[in-house]
């Protein structure tokens, strides 16, 4: 009878644990075997990332129109340098555009998305003229339509490589506004560094936002050495099933 009652409490007991360390099937699990990225590793992924500022990214399922849409809002923000040809607006189906050069543009949306348009007009899902090219020129619709007035500084603190060119990440965002800060005309580019590096101020200016997690792929290029295949800031994790969709 005490043999008995002693197999229940042990098969009780392992299933208890079971649950609570997730080994049963049906529990996904958060990623195994996480890192801490070197001093020079966190620069790479921090300065790639930073041009996505606060916004989630799919690279698979975004459109042409997505993609271009997003240039322009980085190119507001001032997150990357891309300048337009001159100031003067053209007026297009009750909307304003700067002219770019095509070449330049070209180089940005292969260098962040891996790709470059065939097309002269690029729409949205909705019907909103992205963009259009003319002879000289490849014209994107005009950032001040709106934008952000925060910064972001993604500081990846964990990552595991996926395959020979993708890992994945999870960061901590910091946000920092010119608007809000004692100090407006402080300059941004701490927010591409680590955390470690930033000065008392910097660290004061900057605040904890948000948490997300990364999908990341190495791209070849000096500046921005990884391509961003997803980004949420949904505050989760990814298990390591689902991590495995991304090899």
Known sequence: ??????????????????????????????????????ISQQTQFIKSIYPYSYRDWNLKKSSQADRYMLLADMQFES???????????????????????SKHV?????RLFNFKTKMNHLRSKDGL??????PKYRYLISPERGG?????????????????????????SYSYSAIFSKHPNMNTDFLKKPRSTWTTIQKSEAQLDKKGYAILESSGDKDYP???????????????KEISKYK
């Open 79 to 101: 997150l990357i340098p891309l300048k337009p040809i001159h100031l003067n607006y053209a007026s297009k189906e009750n909307f304003s555009y700067l002219p770019y050069s």
């Open 106 to 110: 070209d180089d940005w949306t292969q």
């Open 226 to 240: 990884w391509r961003v295949i997803l980004l949420s800031f949904d505050q989760s994790s990814l298990s390591d």
């Open 148 to 172: 952000g007035i925060y910064k972001m500084s993604h500081q990846v603190s964990q990552y595991k490589k996926i395959s020979t060119k993708r890992v994945y990440v999870q960061f901590q």
């Open 129 to 134: 003229l992205i963009s259009y090219k003319s």
């Open 1 to 38: 009878m005490l043999s008995k009652q002693w197999n229940k409490v042990s098969i009780s007991f392992a299933l208890v644990l079971c649950i609570t360390l997730g080994l049963n099937a049906d529990v996904s699990y958060a990623a195994s075997q996480l890192r801490k990225p070197t």
